[in-house]
């Protein structure tokens, strides 16, 4: 079982529709990270959150310490949000562990 | 742009082949980090060098090589690889003592061993 589990691994939606991709973690952190990891390769950081919840345009993170879970929306999605999502946790040094990511495709 | 860049982009080389890969972060970062993506497998950490010192080897094989010269500069030498060792290889780099485990990632090279 992987210390980050992320779910779905594929999701397909059609344009405008709301997206939830989840995250759960069996780590101790102090912050959680979403990661958008478009086809080519580069990694861009989207949120970075230890509690409650960020926004940022049509994005938003959720996280719940307690229930050891996170969660990324994206409100009115467009194509050009598909991607892989990846979430990640700081273990332990300068470690982060990863999941392994849902890969995103929003059709027109 | 995200301030880490990485060269080069797409590599293709013979097992017998010995190649480098280059890292460059113009955000003034101290930490440094390799880091390997294979196909439907999750970011696996190689390397960290902070300060210029290595600081963390994930247990990786020693054809993989690297070399961290100053703060801004991260090399990755190769030697004898297999064809298994294709896959993404991103750069990252850090503030220690920043934001807590914030990472900017380069944009990766496609490596592919043949």
């Known amino acids: 079982k992987n210390e980050v589990e992320q779910s779905p691994q594929n999701l397909t939606a059609q344009e405008g529709e709301f997206i939830t991709i989840n995250c759960s973690y069996s780590v101790g952190i102090s912050a959680l990270h979403w990661l958008q990891q478009h086809p080519g390769g580069g990694i861009v950081s989207l949120f970075m959150?230890?509690?409650g919840k960020k926004k940022h345009g049509r994005l938003i993170a959720t996280i719940n310490i307690q229930e050891k879970h996170s969660s990324l929306h994206i409100t009115a999605s467009h194509p050009r949000d598909s991607a892989v999502y990846i979430c990640a946790v700081p273990t332990s040094g300068s470690r982060l562990t990863f999941g392994e990511g849902t890969q995103l495709t929003v059709n027109p | 742009e995200t301030g880490v860049t990485q060269t080069p982009r797409h590599l293709v080389m013979g097992m017998t082949n010995k190649k480098s890969l280059k890292c460059e972060q113009h955000l003034g970062h101290n930490a440094m980090y390799w880091y390997k993506q294979s196909a439907k497998k999750p970011l696996e950490l190689m390397f960290v060098y902070n300060f210029k010192e290595q600081t963390e080897n994930n247990s990786v094989p020693s054809r993989f090589s690297p070399e961290c010269p100053n703060s801004s500069h991260l090399f990755l030498h190769l030697h004898t690889l297999q064809p298994e060792d294709s896959a993404l290889y991103l750069c990252a780099s850090s503030q220690v003592g920043g934001t807590p485990y914030e990472q900017y990632f380069g944009p990766g090279t496609r490596l592919t061993v043949t």
């Open positions: 959150l230890s509690s």
